[in-house]
């Protein structure tokens, strides 16, 4: 089965300079991450900050855009993994290796197959 590894995390207290040792460091996490579970890993990506992000509504068919999101919350979503695995309880142990689970969370969502 298939299951979203979503990376929610405070993008304020994190490394943010690509040249800083500490954002090399934080790099090296997911290097070795990707690499142990090469196998089951199917696809993931980094986001770039909320700060950049935009939101699309459609409503009585007029579509509209606005900055966000704005969520009362310091955890945002920046990044995702999408992996194989047994069950629920193998991908959440997965999930508790990613660097993201030891400062933020990891969210461990089923990606249904309807077809």
Known sequence: MKYACLIYDDESTGPTDPTSPEFAEMIAGYMAFGEKYESVIQGGEALDSVSTST??????????????????????????????????????QIASEIPGAYTGQ??????????
């Open 55 to 92: 939101c699309v509504k459609v409503r009585d068919g007029k579509m509209t855009t606005t900055d966000g999101p704005f969520a009362e919350t310091k955890e945002q979503l920046g990044g995702f993994y999408i992996i194989e695995a047994d069950d629920l309880d193998t991908a959440c």
């Open 106 to 115: 990891v969210e461990v969502r089923p990606v249904p197959n309807y077809g």
